[in-house]
């Protein structure tokens, strides 16, 4: 496989991990919403989901960079 093709299919799959995990950021977003509009929510398990929402948004973050690395002119 050529250096080139490789980059090409490595770059598809950061692209299907990104758009999944944003998916489930998006998920866990309204997830979150749905618990602090009903009375009486589980603080704890809102905790749990904004964390997980946090590690989240870490990972997508680090897929971006590699996929649009910043260009300094």
């Known amino acids: 496989m050529r250096r080139g ?3 090409s299919e490595e770059e598809r799959q950061l692209s299907a991990e990104l758009e999944r995990l944003k998916q489930e950021h998006r998920d ?6 749905a ?3 009903a009375p009486g929510y589980d603080r704890l398990q809102v905790q749990r989901l ?3 929402k946090l590690q ?3 990972q997508i973050n680090r ?3 590699q996929l649009f690395p910043d ?3």
């Open 5 to 7: 093709a490789m980059k």
């Open 28 to 33: 866990l977003d309204a997830a979150i919403e």
């Open 35 to 37: 618990m602090l509009s």
């Open 50 to 52: 904004k964390k997980r």
């Open 56 to 58: 989240l948004k870490d």
């Open 63 to 65: 897929i971006e960079d």
């Open 71 to 73: 260009i300094i002119a």
